[in-house]
Nanobody, 122 residues
């Protein structure tokens, strides 16, 4: 499965962005897609994951209450709505997919996008 991210950009602190992850094709009842991010000089970290089968979600503590993940299976697309952005959210955001939800949460899956840059200015 090929994954292509879009929607990154520059935004002021407190603002919002919506990232999109378009998948070439997946079977909704056996796939999960997650968002990871990597800031300069830091390790890649999990942000959020969704099961396209039953809508189960995972959020990192750092984004709970601010970010919302959703899936449009008809469009093979997963979205990450990011509200109340903070400068520490600045990073390259990657889309990640696999057939197993826990595998995606752990970042061990097979499919990765090339990333989209999010910059939050203070």
């Amino acid at each position: 499965v090929q994954l292509v991210e879009s929607g990154g950009g520059l935004v002021q602190a407190g603002g919002s962005l919506r990232l999109s992850c378009a998948a070439s094709a997946f079977t909704p009842d056996e796939y999960a897609i997650g968002w990871f991010r990597q800031a300069p000089g830091k390790e890649r970290e999990a942000v959020s994951t969704i099961s396209t089968y039953d809508g189960t979600t995972y959020y990192a503590d750092s984004v709970k209450g601010r970010f919302t993940i959703s899936s449009d299976n008809a469009k093979n697309t997963v979205y990450l709505q990011m509200d109340n952005l903070k400068p520490e959210d600045t990073a390259v955001y990657y889309c990640h997919g696999d057939r197993s939800f826990p595998v995606v949460v752990a970042g061990w899956g097979a499919d990765w996008g090339k990333g989209t840059l999010v910059t939050v200015s203070s």
